[in-house]
């Protein structure tokens, strides 16, 4: 046997065990995306046994034209940023938090994180009870306020539905964020947060000055993940309406979608909207990262 070198056979070994993964990724991830691009230009219906007709660009006309799509793409906004800003916030605050604590730091990260391992049918099923008008939500605003007896329409009220539906993903995806915070700030060196002691700064001036910078690489991955994630929520929306909550409020992109190929057994324009949503998903992540490649600190 003619002997190849160390490096050759390691790199043989390495498309032996990387290529069930992209064979995997061609078939379930890479084809399914072609052929919904292929079917963008095709009137395609679903239990339709005609062929479908080529009409080209008009399937990208009607959902661009459409009311239907804007006020999703409003709905899905409205969401995103109700629930990006506290995660990315409150996640931050609660890793510092967790990270000066002498005890109880593996249980804090406990109950923070387990919401996270709930599927999001059983998480939004829990926040219907608690949001039902008999439910422990209105129970603790009212207390809150000194209002007894008060219904305030968790589930049916447009406004209030918004709030409840970006609540459950909050309080579902918040403790994985922290986690990641976490993570973030024990790889700081501990010298260089006593070297910041040392020159007398003060907590708040070490978290601003030192710490926060430091934390840009784990901040701009934690907003990217929270965004994307956010504009792919779909689970709460879906098992609201289905319970009779209002659609307009919360039918965000991933809903419409799922109505359009499902319900109106469209799906072309289906296909349409999900690659509308993956581009404006693609020009979102890109943004986020150039504005992140200007800001990188090292002490």
Request: glycine share 4%; aromatic share 14%; hydrophobic share 50%.
């Amino acid at each position: 046997m003619k002997y190849t070198g160390i490096e050759k056979r390691k790199a043989r070994w390495g498309y032996v065990f990387v290529t069930p993964a992209v064979v995997l990724f061609l078939m379930f991830s890479l084809y399914p995306m072609l052929n919904a691009l292929y079917n963008t230009f095709f009137n395609m219906k679903l239990l339709s046994l005609k062929p479908p007709k080529f009409v080209g660009l008009a399937n990208y006309a009607y959902i661009l034209t459409s009311e239907a799509f804007w006020k999703s793409m409003k709905a899905t906004a409205i969401f995103t940023l109700g629930a990006f800003i506290p995660l990315t916030v409150f996640s931050l605050v609660l890793g510092l938090y967790i990270t000066t604590r002498n005890r109880g730091q593996k249980a804090l990260q406990l109950m923070l994180y387990t919401p996270a391992i709930l599927s999001s049918v059983v998480a939004a099923l829990i926040w219907m009870l608690i949001f039902d008008p008999r439910g422990l939500g209105n129970a603790f605003v009212n207390f809150l306020f000194q209002t007894p007896g008060i219904n305030h329409n968790w589930l049916t009220d447009h406004i209030m539905l918004q709030i409840s539906t970006i609540t459950i993903y909050v309080w579902k995806y918040i403790g994985y964020f922290t986690i990641i915070y976490v993570t973030g700030i024990a790889k700081i060196p501990q010298s260089t947060l006593e070297a910041a002691t040392i020159d007398g700064a003060s907590a708040m001036q070490t978290v601003m000055r030192v710490i926060m910078p430091l934390l840009k690489p784990t901040t701009m991955m934690v907003s990217i993940v929270a965004m994307l994630n956010s504009l792919k929520s779909f689970s709460t929306q879906y098992l609201f309406t289905q319970r009779g909550a209002p659609l307009e409020p919360v039918n965000v992109v991933t809903l419409n979608i799922y109505n359009t190929a499902m319900r109106d057994l469209n799906i072309s324009r289906a296909c349409v909207m999900s690659f509308l949503l993956f581009f404006m998903m693609m020009v979102l992540t890109l943004v986020r990262m150039k504005s992140s490649e200007r800001d990188v600190t090292v002490y």
